[in-house]
């Protein structure tokens, strides 16, 4: 080392003389600021709680309340998924598909009509809700499916005109194009692609909603199962876009065809949405 060259002092072994002075300063200011904080605490205690008595009570009451919740919590969990199941697969059984706009209320009536196989309450439901959304769900598809507006706007009208027959083949068409881009193949032939489904389903592992969800894309289902099958009154694809069923023609098919088509179409936007977080 250069004979020029100062080292640099011992910093921690200086002396301070001012430390002394400066919590001198210091305390009575700290004092004040910790005064100031307790009376606007207690003040705040005595507004709101009734003083501290009360404001003891209620803390205990709260976390009292907080470790209940946290008991139930795997209760609620079961509950949660047994509904999830009862929703998204039963309702297959009837032929419609679950909106991911009802509220929680809804849905937890609407698994609990599907337990008690109740069929006419089911539809009647079903038919309500999808009613009140006809116009969102026709907005959101002309948006989110340019390229299919022409058609959907001509499929919806006639639906609002009760040309039921011309609008149900149209939009189960539709959710046949809306399902490619989904998974990669048509709804009514995925059946014989089932590992795209099952892939698509594992890629949402952890979000157990939105897994749930994608599952109702894995059974058969009253709709697309084989027409030499389908139970008689039901809404089957195959036995309407092969003429077998020439008694389609109502408000209630072609709601479902809806149900269907709206399905498909958040279900994709969830993968965009998806896509697009990656990207970024």
Same mark, same amino acid.
């Given at each position: 080392?250069?004979?020029?060259?100062?080292?640099?002092?011992?910093?921690?072994?200086?002396?301070?003389?001012?430390?002394?002075?400066?919590?001198?300063?210091? =305390?009575?200011?700290?004092?004040?600021?910790?005064?100031?904080?307790?009376?606007?605490?207690?003040?705040?205690?005595?507004?709101?709680?009734?003083?501290?008595?009360?404001?003891?009570?209620?803390?205990?009451?709260?976390?009292?309340?907080?470790?209940?919740?946290?008991?139930?919590?795997? %209760?609620? +969990?079961?509950?949660?998924?047994?509904?999830?199941?009862?929703?998204?697969?039963?309702?297959?059984?009837? &032929?419609?598909?679950?909106?991911? +706009?009802?509220?929680?209320? %809804? !849905?937890?009536?609407?698994?609990?009509?599907?337990?008690?196989?109740?069929?006419?309450?089911?539809?009647?439901?079903?038919?309500?809700?999808?009613?009140?959304?006809?116009?969102?769900? +026709?907005?959101?598809?002309?948006?989110?499916?340019?390229?299919?507006?022409?058609?959907?706007?001509?499929?919806?009208?006639?639906?609002?005109?009760?040309?039921?027959?011309?609008?149900?083949?149209?939009?189960?068409?539709?959710?046949?194009?809306?399902?490619?881009?989904?998974? =990669?193949?048509?709804?009514?032939?995925?059946?014989?692609?089932?590992?795209?489904?099952?892939?698509?389903?594992?890629?949402?592992? =952890?979000?157990?909603?939105?897994?749930? %969800?994608?599952?109702?894309?894995?059974?058969?289902?009253?709709?697309?199962?084989? &027409?030499?099958?389908?139970?008689?009154?039901? !809404?089957?694809?195959?036995?309407?876009?092969?003429?077998?069923?020439?008694?389609?023609?109502?408000?209630?098919? &072609?709601?479902?065809?809806?149900?269907?088509?709206?399905?498909? &179409?958040?279900?994709?936007?969830?993968?965009?949405?998806?896509?697009?977080?990656?990207?970024?």
């Amino acid at each position: 080392m250069s004979e020029h060259t100062e080292m640099p002092p011992n910093i921690g072994n200086l002396p301070h003389p001012l430390d002394k002075a400066i919590l001198q300063d210091l =305390g009575p200011l700290i004092q004040a600021s910790v005064s100031k904080i307790s009376d606007v605490l207690s003040k705040f205690i005595e507004d709101n709680f009734g003083g501290p008595e009360q404001f003891r009570k209620t803390l205990l009451k709260v976390t009292q309340n907080a470790a209940l919740f946290i008991e139930a919590l795997p %209760a609620m +969990e079961k509950r949660l998924k047994a509904a999830e199941k009862s929703v998204f697969e039963g309702l297959l059984d009837y &032929s419609w598909f679950f909106d991911p +706009e009802m509220d929680t209320e %809804a !849905f937890f009536a609407l698994a609990a009509l599907i337990d008690g196989k109740e069929e006419g309450a089911i539809n009647q439901t079903m038919i309500e809700h999808f009613r009140g959304r006809l116009d969102a769900i +026709e907005s959101d598809l002309c948006a989110k499916q340019e390229k299919r507006t022409p058609i959907l706007t001509k499929a919806f009208k006639a639906h609002r005109e009760q040309h039921y027959a011309l609008a149900i083949p149209v939009l189960l068409a539709q959710a046949d194009g809306v399902s490619r881009d989904l998974i =990669g193949v048509e709804y009514f032939v995925a059946l014989k692609y089932r590992d795209r489904v099952e892939a698509l389903v594992q890629e949402v592992a =952890g979000d157990f909603f939105l897994e749930a %969800a994608l599952r109702a894309l894995l059974p058969v289902g009253a709709m697309r199962m084989p &027409s030499s099958k389908k139970k008689d009154g039901s !809404f089957n694809r195959h036995a309407i876009i092969h003429g077998v069923d020439v008694d389609y023609d109502n408000e209630l098919n &072609s709601l479902k065809a809806v149900s269907l088509l709206n399905f498909m &179409s958040r279900m994709n936007d969830s993968k965009r949405e998806r896509q697009l977080s990656k990207t970024h």
